[in-house]
């Protein structure tokens, strides 16, 4: 069979090399320099301004590893690297594109913090101190265990309700198959007393959103459209509801990465974007304090260690480098590396439901590669 080959009209080839430039390129290494992948950010009308390492201090040959390394990874789609608010490094795998959004799981729970944060500079909210049944009137709380009338919202943005640890303490199974959550509040015993230990709770994480959508008195997505996403100029493709029609505050949104990253850089920024404060900077810097200590009876991660917690935020160091970063199973994550002025953003296949070794090894590839770079900077 004759194969005839047509060359295309230099215009014609010009429009295509600019479509895939603006996909955000190809999953695959075809594109290498030297054998690293070309991580070079598109420059796209959305606000970003793009910029070499090299211009903003940045170590080209770090990079050059970190991309190597994140390129033989099976499970991730994107790594993404801002410095002094400029976009140096951007590069997506697997099939993944510039436009994608992505499932960022348990990173919501560190949007939901920012809404509460604003809900209380908006007087919605009197106090992180106001107690947590004042906001469920359904639920006959003289009934229950009287530690529960107790449990305050800063115990839930801490991580310190006492309420079950859901994967460890055997009630992740029931929490996962109701998205009745909030009569889950009365069923769900108490593990400690409120205040007195750490124990990481999806439940009271969702209900963190479900207050402050009660306090606003609209629903919690149009509460952060307003305040938050809207001025930011982020869009949100999905936010699933639960049964009761609110808004999860404990995982699920997707976005697109560079819309991760902006969220990333108004915390770098202390909560200030464009001339305005969107986030008091009084909370990020209370979300990034530390109100428990090694969360893990031994370290999990080689490259990450003394991770601790915040407001709905996690930290770790890596390196000389402490950081604070909101984290979603499966490898979701934004970085806020202070004294790099850096955000480093990270999304990879969606481990929802899943747990285990399998699962942990996936996941912590991703962590392990960021505590790497962050490491070498």
């Not at 001025?231 to 949104?253: E, R």
């Not at 747990?355 to 770079?373: H, K, M, N, P, Y």
Request: glycine share 10%; net charge negative; aromatic share 10%.
């Amino acid at each position: 069979m004759n194969m005839h080959v047509h060359a295309l009209p230099i215009a014609v080839l010009s429009a295509i090399l600019s479509l895939v430039a603006a996909c955000g390129g190809s999953s695959s290494s075809g594109d290498s320099r030297g054998g690293v992948p070309n991580y070079t950010p598109t420059t796209a009308n959305d606000g970003w301004q793009v910029a070499t390492p090299a211009g903003q201090g940045v170590d080209e040959a770090v990079l050059n590893t970190a991309y190597q390394e994140a390129r033989q990874l099976p499970n991730l789609f994107s790594l993404l690297v801002v410095k002094n608010g400029n976009l140096i490094a951007e590069r997506y795998f697997n099939g993944a594109r510039m436009n994608d959004a992505f499932d960022t799981a348990s990173v919501t729970k560190s949007i939901t913090s920012a809404l509460t944060g604003i809900a209380l500079r908006d007087n919605l909210l009197t106090s992180v101190d106001q107690r947590m049944f004042e906001f469920f009137p359904e639920i006959a709380w003289q009934q229950l265990d009287n530690r529960k009338s107790s449990i305050t919202i800063r115990h839930m943005l801490q991580m310190r309700s006492g309420y079950p640890w859901e994967e460890f303490d055997g009630y992740l199974d029931r929490m996962l198959n109701t998205s009745e959550r909030i009569d889950l509040l009365a069923e769900f015993p108490l593990v400690a007393d409120p205040g007195s230990k750490f124990g990481y709770s999806n439940l009271t994480a969702h209900l963190v959103g479900v207050i402050t959508a009660r306090a606003a008195n609209e629903s919690l997505r149009a509460f952060a459209e307003r305040s938050l996403f809207d001025p930011l100029g982020i869009s949100v493709a999905s936010w699933p509801t639960d049964a009761d029609g609110y808004y999860f505050g404990s995982g699920a949104t997707m976005f697109t990465v560079r819309d991760m990253a902006r969220f990333g850089q108004l915390y770098l920024d202390a909560g200030a974007y464009g001339g305005m404060q969107l986030v008091p900077a009084e909370w990020v810097q209370d979300s990034f304090e530390s109100y428990s200590g090694t969360t893990y009876n031994t370290d999990i991660l080689n490259a990450i260690s003394q991770l601790e917690y915040g407001y709905l935020w996690w930290s770790g160091v890596s390196g000389s480098h402490r950081f604070n970063f909101a984290w979603g199973h499966g490898g979701q994550m934004i970085c806020v590396i202070q004294d790099l002025n850096m955000v480093i953003v990270t999304t990879a296949t969606g481990l929802g439901g899943q747990f285990g070794q399998e699962a942990w090894r996936q996941e912590s590839s991703v962590l392990e590669l960021v505590g790497r770079l962050i490491a070498s900077l």
